[in-house]
C-alpha cells in the first residue's frame, strides 16, 4: 500500500532563512500531492497542490517541488518569519478517483527570530 | 475561518459510552470527511460521504459509524468507546466527490475518553 513519509519531525530555522521541508512517498506515484499547515489544536489548512506534470509551484513566498522519480516533493518558505511557525502535512491520493488522502505525520517548523 | 463548522469542541466521557459529533460542510461542498488525529497515528482518514451517499472507507472501526443528511450535515458516531479513542476528530469539505480538491477542514472536537 501507498506510504507517505515527512523525514523531520522537527526543523529549527533562522527568521530570515530558507526552509526546506521534505515529503517522500513509496510505490506508485500520485496524480497529485498537496501541502497543508496546521497550527495547534487547530484544523488544516491548504497551501498548495501540485500536478505530477508540475515540476514547481510557487504561491507567494512557498515553492512546492515534485519530482516522480525521486519520489518526492520539497517544500520551500522563503524569508521565514516566526508566523510561519507550524506543523506542514503534506497528503497524497490513496489513489482511485475519490480523493481521499493519506497524510504525513508532519514537520513542526520552528523560526526563531 | 474555513467554514466547516464542528460540534462539540470539547467532549470528555467514559469508557464504555457513545458519543456522537456533528458537522456543517462550508455551503455548496457535497463531500464531507472524516478524520482522527492521534499523537502517534497523525492524520487517518475515516469516511467520506458524497451527497448523503458513503463514497470511501479508511481506517474506520465497527465501533464507529457515520451518516450524511439531506441537508448535507454529517454526524460520526462512536460507541463502545475505549481509552485509545481520545483523539482530535476533524470533518472536511469539498465541492466535489473525488480527485484534486483542497479539503476544507474545521476546527475539531477533541474527545477524551476517562
Known amino acids: 500500500s501507498q506510504k507517505i513519509e515527512q523525514n523531520s519531525e522537527a526543523l529549527n530555522i533562522q527568521e530570515g532563512k530558507t526552509a526546506t521541508l521534505t515529503c517522500n512517498y513509496t510505490?506508485?506515484?500520485?496524480?497529485?500531492l498537496q501541502w497543508y499547515r496546521q497550527d495547534p489544536g487547530r484544523g488544516p489548512v491548504f497551501l498548495l497542490l501540485?500536478?505530477?506534470?508540475?515540476k514547481e509551484k510557487r504561491k507567494e513566498r512557498l515553492k512546492v517541488t515534485f519530482d516522480t522519480t525521486l519520489k518526492q516533493s520539497l517544500f520551500h518558505i522563503t524569508a521565514s518569519q516566526p508566523a510561519d511557525s507550524a506543523t506542514y502535512l503534506c497528503?497524497?491520493?490513496?489513489?482511485?478517483?475519490?480523493?481521499?488522502?493519506?497524510f504525513g505525520k508532519g514537520t513542526k517548523l520552528s523560526v526563531k527570530p | 475561518d474555513s467554514g466547516v463548522t464542528q460540534t462539540p469542541k470539547h467532549l470528555i466521557t467514559a469508557t464504555g459510552q457513545r458519543v456522537t459529533l456533528r458537522c456543517s460542510p462550508r455551503?455548496?461542498?457535497?463531500?464531507v470527511y472524516w478524520y482522527q488525529q492521534s499523537l502517534d497515528q497523525g492524520l487517518q482518514f475515516l469516511i467520506q460521504?458524497?451527497?448523503?451517499?458513503?463514497?470511501a472507507k479508511g481506517n474506520i472501526l465497527e465501533r464507529f459509524s457515520a451518516q450524511q443528511f439531506p441537508d448535507l450535515h454529517s454526524e460520526l458516531n462512536l460507541s463502545s468507546l475505549e481509552l485509545g479513542d481520545s483523539a482530535l476528530y476533524f470533518c472536511?469539505?469539498?465541492?466535489?466527490?473525488?480527485?484534486?480538491?483542497?479539503?476544507?477542514f474545521g476546527p475539531g472536537t477533541r474527545l477524551t475518553v476517562t
Open positions: 510505490n506508485y506515484s500520485p496524480a497529485y
Open positions: 472536511a469539505s469539498s465541492p466535489l466527490g473525488g480527485s484534486d480538491g483542497e479539503q476544507y
Open positions: 497528503a497524497i491520493p490513496t489513489g482511485g478517483s475519490q480523493g481521499n488522502l493519506i
Open positions: 460521504y458524497y451527497n448523503g451517499e458513503e463514497r
Open positions: 501540485i500536478r505530477e506534470n508540475e
Open positions: 455551503s455548496g461542498d457535497l463531500s
